[in-house]
């Protein structure tokens, strides 16, 4: 099948990531997966949440979280800003990166202090939380880099590269990282998070409009797993 942008089916939408974007942020990166663009900003703090600290001191450890927005006018048509509190896709999404970003730090290294990934989206087209996943390991490991340069913590704090992309299946076709004309379409659609070692950190796939047998899982998972190979490329490239 002929995809809209002219891409072949395992082919990723043109990928960047802008380093220092902001100037304030211990890392910052904004991230562009095709027309879908999210910036990526690390806070440091050094003090850890209410809960983690009043805990015995041999359980304690650093904490890395994630929180997800997305401007009004970042789609078609403008969306409310969540003032009061976030919408429950505005909380999985931001539980999902940072479930997905503690995975990148040793913890115990990381020693009394918080990460804070805040990914902003400017302008979405699909593959925002995938988006968001990817470009907050960039910046977040940029956070990290004067610690270890400094000596303040061990480089094995960096303990895995994270990236992410999403799949679906249009016509029986898997496809690789969809904008939103793909999405709305997908009979299949499929978000997986994975480190750069190969081993699966989340996945999440939902049948739009019939199941999906264990092949088309098995060639979708393969397909997400050489997307974030390349993926990882060039976010190793962007930290170079």
């Known amino acids: 099948m002929t ?12 990928i960047s990531f802008e380093t220092g974007f902001t100037k304030h942020a211990e890392g910052s990166v904004l991230t562009k997966f095709g027309d879908t663009h ?7 703090e050094n003090s850890l949440p209410g ?15 994630g929180e997800y927005a997305m401007l009004p006018r970042a789609t078609h048509t403008r969306s409310r800003r969540e003032q009061k509190w ?9 539980r999902l990166i940072g479930r997905s970003l503690r995975m ?15 990914c902003d989206v400017l302008q979405a087209d699909g593959g925002t939380r995938t988006a968001s996943i990817t470009g907050g390991w960039v910046a977040l490991m940029l956070a990290l880099k004067p610690l270890i340069a ?8 960096m303990a895995h590269q994270i990236g992410a992309i999403s ?20 009979d299949v659609d499929l978000n997986v998070v994975m480190n750069g070692t190969g081993g699966f950190i989340e996945v999440q796939g939902t049948a739009e409009s019939a199941p999906y047998s264990r092949t088309e899982l ?14 990882n490329t060039k976010q190793n490239e962007a930290l170079a």
């Open 3 to 14: 995809r809209p942008d002219g891409r072949k089916f395992d082919q990723l939408r043109p």
């Open 38 to 44: 999210v910036l990526c900003n690390v806070s440091l």
């Open 51 to 65: 809960w983690l600290k009043h805990k015995p001191v041999e359980e304690q450890h650093g904490w890395v979280t």
């Open 86 to 94: 976030p919408k429950g896709r505005t909380q999985e999404i931001s």
């Open 104 to 118: 990148a730090v040793d913890l115990k290294a990381l020693g009394p202090r918080s990460l804070y990934v805040d």
């Open 150 to 157: 400094a000596g303040e913590v061990p480089e094995s704090v």
């Open 167 to 186: 799949v679906g299946i249009i016509n029986g076709q898997p496809l690789l990282d969809l904008p939103y004309v793909e999405d709305a379409a997908a």
């Open 218 to 231: 098995d060639q979708m998972l393969d397909l997400a797993a050489a997307g974030i190979r390349d993926l």
